[in-house]
């Protein structure tokens, strides 16, 4: 197989023969040939006289003739003199403004800040929140006084209503059948013994859930199509222990997401007697981004352990945090936090530095020796100042990555008006329980009626709707996505240097033309 020599004319290595090109053409093409076409072919117009190939100079300056990269072009066709010094100050001034370019954008990028957007998504049929009502007094008097007393050796060694309830049981706080009297949802009427759920609570003891586990739907924002309460808050059985006294009457309302341990002494809604209140509810699903971007739980991941059943929940975790660390710095625990002991088991001993400063009045604590933390403590308040500013470590105390809140508008009116007290004054006397209750306590006699005092100093209404049948997701974007980022990363250089991604190609390829020429001179 025959082939030309090589000729003086740039650019041509080698040219094949017409014996060549007519086996192309009959379909037969030599071994070598395909070979000489893939074969590796050095960028260069140039060559060196000696051996026949491109030199390292030659393929330099083929690379800066031909290259995209503005500035390496402008500098090597740029005749000598000014004009060559003017372009070499041009570029080396680019490629400073690239370099704090880049900077600046890798810098916001590396910060992983999140913008937030917020959608408003209606729906047909809405899921109902969980609702918590709890009376303000935690414990129930008895009718006859003088036989409910505690024992004075108990009192002294529990001075707080919830260790008496936990030492007992609910019994002693008002029952479900005495504080809810009526209860409708969708205009429908809801069994009380077997749709609310009771749970205890450090600070209102009885209260009682409807909807826990979120199987109620609303198909309407309007009255009669949530949930409506009639409650009778017993002003009449309201204790009279000194060392709790209710400082106020009526209920607590706390509405919240489902399978959620309530806690309504934060974020609750005060409900006096002798009003209506409408609340209007508002839901709302956060979305956060999680990862880089900040610290949150999925669904699936392992989470602290805390003192409440339930769904996990930021605010259980701060608050078992804060008692455990009470309990483990005071030897005492909070009166309005719920706590568990179970896992006090072994006595320790306060760190000498917190008996030196005053922190703790105690050397060995143990299970047995934990009680409420009292008033005059210095111990617990010190630990409660540093939650509350922020300064107490509750490290991995973080949101959920998925979390539904409801917000609430409270609409009060007195209720009953006048014309219409005599018909729920007749409504509620058809309840034999609370007829007797009322005959106990010394509110009425065998036949009298319920009075328009006692109905206005005990009974109250609660109607709790949707606002509008919509859900609004407030949802953490990246401010500055990856794509964007390469899209800037990219513009950068286009600016400044005239780069593009072929640019970075025509550099890769020129320094694998200096390596294979490199290569070769060494053979």
Partial sequence: MEKVPPTNNPGVLEVESPDVISSELNGTVDKHNWFETF????????????????????VGKDFCSRTTSQGITQVFHAPEGSKRIFWISLTFIALALLIGHLYYLINTFMLFETSTEVTIVPAKLLEFPA?????????????????????????????????????????????KEDLIEKAIF???????????????????????????????????????????????????????????????????????????????QEGGIVVAPGTLNRLTVTKTKFVRKGGVYGNCFNPEDYKPATFYTGKYTKQHCDNTCLQKEIITKCCCHLKVVKYDLSNFTQPWRSLPEDRESGLSNWTICQKESIGACVDNDT??????????????????????????????????????????????????????????????????????????E????????????????????????????????????????????????LTIFEFFEFVSDLIVVRFRKRR
């Fill in 131 to 175: 609702v918590t009502v709890c009376n303000n007094n935690m414990v129930k008097a008895l009718p006859v006084v003088p036989e409910f007393d505690i024992p004075g050796a108990f009192a002294e060694q529990f001075d707080e209503v919830a260790d008496y309830l936990t030492m007992n049981n609910s019994n002693n706080g008002h029952q």
């Fill in 39 to 58: 074969r590796y072919k050095v960028n260069s117009q140039t060559y060196d006289e000696a051996n026949g190939e491109p030199d390292i100079v030659a």
């Fill in 186 to 264: 969708d205009n429908h009427f809801v069994d009380i013994e077997k749709d609310f759920i009771l749970t205890m609570n450090a600070r209102y003891g009885n209260c009682y859930t409807f909807n826990m586990n979120g199987t109620r739907k609303t198909r309407r924002a309007m009255p009669g199509y949530g949930l409506e309460l009639w409650l009778n808050i017993e002003h009449y059985a309201y204790d009279t222990f000194e060392f709790r006294p209710a400082e106020w009457v009526g209920a607590i309302v706390k509405i919240h997401d489902k399978n959620i341990e309530p806690t309504p």
């Fill in 454 to 501: 006692i109905l206005k100093e005990n009974f109250l209404s609660v109607e709790i709707l949707y606002e509008s049948l919509t859900t609004t997701f407030v949802t953490e974007r990246p401010s500055i996505s990856t794509f964007e980022f390469v899209s800037e990363i990219g513009g950068t250089f286009g600016l400044w240097i005239g780069w593009t991604i």
């Fill in 379 to 452: 111990c617990w308040k010190t630990i409660w100042e540093r939650y509350d500013n922020g300064s107490l470590s509750c490290q991995h105390c973080w949101d959920t990555c998925n979390e539904t809140k409801y917000d609430t508008r409270l609409a009060s009116v007195p209720w009953p008006a006048d014309a219409y007290i005599d018909r729920i004054a007749s409504e509620l006397e058809q309840n034999q329980h609370l007829m007797k209750q009322l005959f106990v306590f010394d509110q009425i006699n065998q036949t009298d009626k319920i009075s328009d």
